[in-house]
C-alpha cells in the first residue's frame, strides 16, 4: 500500500475526532446486525426516500412562487 | 434511482475484474451514510476494458454532468485513453476509478479487499482498514465525517468480535 501520498495526520486527527462525537452510534450497532446486503438495500431505500423529500421539497417552493 | 444489484450483476455476468470502494463499500461495513453513487476500481488490461465495455454498454452509460449530446463514445479506446470516469447509467449513478488514493492501483486495492456475498454473487470489496486509509489519503473535508464514522464502525466491530469470543 502506498502511504507516501497520506496528507499530515496530524492536522487531520483533531478534526476526526471532533466528528466522531456527533455520529450516533445505535445507528452503527443497527447496521452491523444486518447482512452486507441488507445494508445495501436499506441504503437504496433511503436513497428513495431522499430522492421523494427532494420532490415534495421542489413542490412546495414551486407552491410558494 | 440506484438499482446496485442491477450494475453489480452486469459487471459480474461479463467476468470484469473490480473491487468495490467508496461509499458502498462503507456501507457494506455497516456505515449509516446515504450515499448516491457506487464507486469501484477496475483492472485496466485491454481484455477487462472490453469486459466493461460489454458489460455496461447495455446500461446506456453518459458522462455525468456532461451536455446531452456530446458525442461520448463508451467503447475500449475511450476507456484506455482515460483513467476515472464519472458516469450515470439507468442503473444509477457509477465511478470508474483505475486508481485509489492512499492505496493504489487495481492490483493494490484487491490485495486489501476482501469477499463480500450480495444479491447471489461474490464481489471483492475493500477492506475497512484500507478504505480508512483511502478516505484519509482523500483529504478532503466531506470525508472527515466518513473517517469518523468508519472509525467507530471498526472500534464497534472489534468489541462485537472480542464479546462473541468470550
Partial sequence: MNT???????????????????????????NLRRTPEERLLALEQLQSFAQELRRGGREMRNRRR | MNNFALLLNALASSGVSFVIIGGVAATVHGSARLTS???IVYERSRENLARVVAALSPLEPYLRGAPAGLPFKFDVETLRRGLNFTLTTIAGPLDLLGELSGVGDYRAVDEVSEDVSLFGSVYRCINLDALIVSKRAAGRTKDFEAVAELE?????????????ES
Fill in chain 1, 4 to 30: 507516501n501520498q497520506l496528507p499530515s495526520q496530524a492536522t487531520i486527527d483533531p478534526v476526526i475526532e471532533a466528528y466522531k462525537a456527533g455520529i450516533d452510534v445505535t445507528l452503527i450497532r443497527e
Fill in chain 2, 37 to 39: 453513487d457506487l464507486d
Fill in chain 2, 152 to 164: 467507530i464502525i471498526r472500534d464497534e466491530a472489534r468489541g462485537i468480535s472480542e464479546d462473541s
